[in-house]
């Protein structure tokens, strides 16, 4: 079992910036994918960046892509997503997400086993 904690949410203004936090206890998590997927009321839950196990590959959606950076710290057991120029469409509930095989399908939900409890992040306008 691996267990995640989420940390780093709450309310900034747009344009602002948080870091989120991931912590991870358990069973080795080093050769796991990690992920990082949000979920706004009413909505489903949407990837919104990968990063491989090593840390050598990073994906991004579309809508965060140069904004959001992801990153991981293996020693520390900690994935990290910076997030900047925030905008009030990134207002959700974020979840960090692990999984020992799921990059090669790494922005689908089904393909990740653990999850954490969520942050929320509120952008006001």
């Known amino acids: 079992q691996v267990q995640l904690v989420e940390s780093g949410g709450g309310l900034v203004q747009t344009g602002g910036s948080l870091r989120l936090s991931c912590a991870a206890s358990?069973?080795?998590?080093?050769?796991?994918?990690m992920a990082w997927f949000r979920q706004a009321p009413g909505k489903e839950r949407d990837f919104v960046s990968a990063i491989s196990w090593n840390g050598d590959r990073e994906l991004y959606a579309d809508s965060v892509e140069g904004r959001f950076t992801i990153s991981r710290d293996n020693a520390r057991n900690t994935m990290y997503l910076e997030m900047n120029s925030l905008k009030p469409e990134d207002t959700a509930v974020y979840y960090c997400?692990?999984?020992?095989?799921?990059?090669?399908?790494?922005?689908?939900?089904?393909?990740?086993?653990?999850w954490g409890q969520g942050t929320q992040v509120t952008v006001s306008s």
């Open positions: 358990g069973r080795t998590w080093l050769n796991y994918a």
């Open positions: 997400a692990a999984d020992p095989t799921a990059w090669r399908t790494a922005t689908t939900v089904s393909s990740y086993t653990y």
